[in-house]
C-alpha cells in the first residue's frame, strides 16, 4: 500500500501544471463555502442574539392560555409576582437573571392627536441583565429607568406622527383588566427605533412596570417573567426546572417557540447553502474527474506494462483513485487553512452592516471544526467517486490493448 502511495504521489508530480489546475480548483471550492459557512454562521448568531438579548430572552412563563388570548384581553391572565418565586428562578442552575414584564395595547397622546402603541413595561434594574441589547433600541434620548419611571420611550416614527418633542405633556389611555378605561400623565425620555421603520416596530414603546401597573391598576402583576441563561445549550434542562419551580397554571416557552420565523429562516439559509455546496463541489469533482481521465490516457502503455509484469487490476484501480484522493486532500487542506484563517481575521473585526437610513447587524464570522472536518470528508469521497470511472477504466485494459496504445 505504500508503494502504491508513493507511486500515486510521484505520477501526480509528472505533469505539475493539470496537477496545480486541479488542486486550485478543490482549494477555491473549499475555501468558498468555508467562509459562506463561518458568516452564515455569524448571521445566525446575529439573529439569535438580536432576539434573544433584545426581546424575548431565553425562555418565558405565561399564565396557562395567555397566547390564545393575546388578540383577545392578555391582562385577564395577569398573575402576581411574588419575591420568592423570583428568587427560585434566580437559584436555578444556569440561570443569568430573570425580568417581570407587562405587555399591553395603550393608546398614546400628544398635540391633540392619539395613536395605538404597544407597550412593553419592565423593571430596568432587572431587564437589562436579562435582555442586555435591549437598550440599543434607543435612538434619541435615554432609556427607560428607575430615576424616571414615568418615562417613556415610543418608536421615533410614532413620534413623529405626533409631532411632539417631548415639550409639552403627553398621557397614556389604557384599560384596566376589568376593561374600566384610565389615563396616566407621561414624559417623553427617549425614541427608539428608526425614524421610518415599517411594520409592526413603528408602534413599539417602552415604559416602566411601575408606571403601567398604576395606569392598569395591576400592583403587584405582570403578565409574563424573562429568563435569561448563562449557556443556551442548557435550554431544555432549565425549562424542566422552570415548570416545576412554577407549578400547574403556568406554560413555559423557549425563545424558539416565541420566534418560530428565525428557526423556519436558519432552516432556509441551510438548504440555500447545501445548494451551494453541491455546486462548487461538483465542479471541484468535474475538475479532478478531468484530470484523472487525461493521465490515464496518456499512461495506456504504462498500465499495459503494469498488467504484462503481473500487477492485479485491484491495483491499477487503487493507484488511481489514491491519486484523486490525494488530489482533493491536497486542495482541501490549504484551502481549509486559507478559509479558518480568513474567517478568525473576519470574527475579529466583524463585519458591520449598515441599512439605510440608519441601524447596523454586527456579524462575527467563525467555523466550527466539525464543519470543517465534515467537508473536507466529503471532498476527500467525492473525489474517490470523481475518480471511480478513470480508475475503473484503466483497471479494464487488457496488457495487449495497452501496450499498442489503444484504450479499450
Known amino acids: 500500500m505504500m508503494q502504491t502511495l508513493q ?11 493539470r496537477t496545480m489546475l486541479a488542486a486550485l480548483a478543490v482549494f477555491f471550492g473549499v475555501s468558498a463555502l468555508l467562509v459562506i459557512r463561518g458568516v452564515l454562521n455569524g448571521v445566525q448568531a446575529a439573529q439569535r442574539s438580536a432576539m434573544v438579548e433584545r426581546y424575548t430572552g431565553a425562555i418565558q412563563v405565561h399564565r396557562t392560555g395567555y397566547f390564545k388570548q393575546i388578540i383577545g384581553n392578555p391582562l385577564a391572565l395577569a398573575f402576581p409576582v411574588e419575591s420568592a418565586t423570583m428568587d427560585k428562578l434566580r437559584a436555578i442552575p444556569g440561570v443569568r437573571g430573570v425580568s417581570e414584564r407587562i405587555l399591553f ?40 429607568s428607575d430615576e424616571q419611571p414615568g418615562g417613556i420611550v415610543p418608536a421615533a416614527s410614532m413620534i413623529r406622527r405626533l409631532k411632539w418633542d417631548g415639550t409639552t405633556p403627553g ?18 425620555r427617549g425614541t427608539s427605533g428608526l425614524p ?7 408602534r ?14 395591576m400592583e403587584g402583576k405582570v403578565t409574563e417573567i424573562a429568563i435569561a441563561l448563562r449557556d443556551m445549550q442548557e435550554i431544555d434542562r432549565v425549562v424542566t426546572l422552570v415548570r416545576s419551580t412554577m407549578g ?19 432552516k432556509n439559509q441551510e438548504i440555500i447553502f447545501a445548494v451551494f455546496v453541491a455546486i462548487f463541489i461538483l465542479a471541484a469533482l468535474l475538475g479532478i474527474t478531468n484530470t484523472m481521465l487525461v493521465n490515464m490516457l496518456e499512461r495506456v502503455r504504462e498500465i499495459g506494462t503494469m498488467l504484462a509484469v503481473g500487477a492485479r487490476r485491484r491495483r491499477v484501480l487503487t493507484l488511481f483513485l489514491m491519486e484523486g ?16 484563517a480568513l474567517v478568525a481575521v473576519l470574527g475579529e473585526v466583524g463585519i458591520h452592516l449598515k441599512f439605510v ?21 466529503f471532498c476527500a469521497v467525492g473525489a474517490m467517486v470523481a475518480s471511480l470511472s478513470p480508475a475503473w477504466r484503466a483497471s479494464r485494459l487488457t496488457p495487449s490493448q495497452a501496450l499498442l496504445g489503444a484504450e479499450g
Not at 398621557?171 to 417623553?188: E, M
Not at 423557549?254 to 418560530?260: F, G, V
Not at 437610513?357 to 470528508?377: D, E, R, S, V
Open 248 to 266: 400547574p397554571g403556568y406554560e413555559v416557552h423557549t425563545w424558539q417557540d416565541l420566534a418560530p420565523f428565525i428557526v423556519g429562516e436558519e
Open 7 to 17: 507511486l500515486a504521489f510521484r505520477n501526480l508530480t509528472r505533469n505539475r501544471r
Open 204 to 217: 413599539t414603546m417602552m415604559m416602566h412596570l411601575k408606571t403601567a401597573q398604576e395606569l392598569l391598576r
Open 171 to 188: 398621557a397614556l389611555l389604557g384599560n384596566d383588566q376589568d376593561g374600566v378605561l384610565n389615563a396616566l400623565d407621561i414624559s417623553l
Open 325 to 340: 484522493v490525494l488530489l482533493a486532500l491536497v486542495g482541501c487542506a490549504v484551502g481549509t487553512a486559507f478559509a479558518c
Open 105 to 144: 395595547g395603550v393608546m398614546l397622546n400628544a398635540n391633540d392627536t392619539s395613536v395605538l402603541a404597544m407597550a412593553t413595561a419592565f423593571a430596568p434594574a432587572h431587564e437589562y441583565g436579562v435582555c442586555p441589547r435591549r437598550q440599543e433600541d434607543v435612538a434619541t434620548g435615554l432609556p427607560v
Open 357 to 377: 437610513g440608519g441601524g447596523i447587524l454586527h456579524i462575527y464570522p467563525y467555523t466550527k471544526a466539525w464543519q470543517a472536518a465534515g467537508l473536507t470528508t
Open 196 to 202: 421610518n421603520v415599517p411594520g409592526v416596530e413603528a
